[in-house]
């Protein structure tokens, strides 16, 4: 069974930084890029960051380029999401993703339940 486990999200005054992470576990977690989406409250889901299985190729949404960075931990079946400089529009439900093509139009197979990061002004 596929499990896509989030932790890490909280509270933070804008400024700060938080660390997601991702626990994989039910499928070849290497073979896989892996992406972390995000979804404010009334807003549609969007993409936020992806990187490639071997981590040579990674791709931002242009609003966290310089503050986000994302990597992968293969050894640990692992993927993070480093924010710094969070802003308040940054506010949302973070949810990472599994899927076969490290790109931001690209169809996700498999999906955690969400870490919600609330950015306080």
């Known amino acids: 069974q596929v499990h896509l486990v989030e932790s890490g999200g909280g509270l933070v005054q804008a400024g700060g930084s938080l660390r997601l992470s991702c626990a994989a576990s039910g499928f070849a977690f290497s073979d896989n890029a892996m992406a972390w989406f995000r979804q404010a409250p009334g807003q549609k889901r969007e993409f936020v960051a992806v990187i490639s299985w071997n981590s040579v190729y990674t791709e931002y949404r242009d609003s966290v380029k310089g503050r986000f960075t994302i990597s992968r931990d293969n050894a640990k079946d692992t993927v993070f999401l480093q924010m710094n400089n969070l802003k308040s529009e940054d506010t949302a439900d973070y949810f990472c993703?599994?899927?076969?093509?490290?790109?931001?139009?690209?169809?996700?197979?498999?999906w955690g339940q969400g870490t919600q990061v609330t950015v306080s002004s």
């Open positions: 993703a599994a899927g076969r093509t490290p790109s931001m139009s690209a169809r996700y197979t498999y």
